[in-house]
């Protein structure tokens, strides 16, 4: 199933931005879709972003769309999460999730991903 680890959440005021990373190893990355995830206390896991194979096709959570930007580079094994104009709602744990993927697709479903990393915390101040 391989190793996801996360990267790069933090502290921030609402407005900044952050950038997250998902390291993966132990899988050949291009083979796989892949996408964030996040869950505040309390709440479910719920999706924010995903991206195919290739990375030419994404998809977006509606809360998110216009502010987050998912990519990834497969030469690195490596998948980002760029986040703008960050809000006290976006504070959560984020996590990243990877699908093996029989097309160039994008998963939103949380439950058809098999393998997970164990999370980066962002939190946004008011």
């Known amino acids: 199933q391989g190793q996801l680890v996360e990267s790069g959440g933090g502290l921030v005021q609402a407005g900044g931005s952050l950038r997250l990373s998902c390291a993966a190893s132990?899988?050949?990355?291009?083979?796989?879709?892949t996408g964030w995830f996040r869950q505040a206390p309390g709440q479910e896991r719920e999706f924010v972003s995903a991206?195919?194979?290739?990375?030419?096709?994404?998809d977006y959570a509606e809360s998110v769309k216009g502010r987050f930007t998912i990519s990834r580079d497969n030469a690195k094994n490596t998948m980002y999460l760029q986040m703008n104009s960050l809000k006290p709602e976006d504070t959560a744990v984020y996590y990243c999730?990877?699908?093996?993927?029989?097309?160039?697709?994008?998963?939103?479903?949380?439950?058809?991903?098999?393998?997970w990393g164990l999370g980066t915390q962002v939190t946004v101040s008011s």
């Open positions: 132990g899988l050949t990355f291009s083979f796989y879709s």
């Open positions: 991206i195919s194979r290739s990375g030419i096709n994404t």
């Open positions: 999730a990877a699908r093996f993927g029989l097309n160039d697709g994008t998963v939103s479903r949380r439950m058809e991903y098999g393998s």
